[in-house]
């Protein structure tokens, strides 16, 4: 139990996994629930990779950011300046999630 700043006992918080839907834009709640993305919303996220040290596996150019999921998916946010966001999603081999999970 923890004391809180009245004195009042309470149980500590219990840490809640990552969501995908958790760490993408507000945005993509609205205006993207008809990708492969979408369907991946309630998967708890692994990791985040920054796209600047390392580089999104897939085919997408503007990845910036993109997270590891625990089903072996990785989901990137692509902000491709002349056609806008997309959210691509690609499945990583064994060795892919070993090398960027550790």
Partial sequence: MIIGP??????????Q???LIN????????EYT?????????VEVIKK?????SQWPGKHMFVFH???????HAVGWNENPSRGWS?????????????WTA
Avoid: H
């Avoid at 009245?6 to 840490?15: C, L, V």
């Avoid at 993109?66 to 072996?72: P, Q």
């Avoid at 959210?87 to 090398?99: G, K, S």
């Fill in 66 to 72: 993109w997270w590891i999921l625990a089903d072996g």
């Fill in 34 to 42: 008809d990708t492969r993305a979408w369907k991946l919303r309630d």
């Fill in 49 to 53: 990779l920054d796209g600047w040290e």
């Fill in 6 to 15: 009245a004195g009042f006992m309470r149980a500590p918080k219990q840490k």
């Fill in 23 to 30: 760490v993408l834009p507000s945005a993509f709640s609205f």
């Fill in 17 to 19: 996994p990552r969501r």
């Fill in 87 to 99: 959210f691509p999603v690609i499945r990583l081999t064994e060795y892919q999630m070993a090398v």
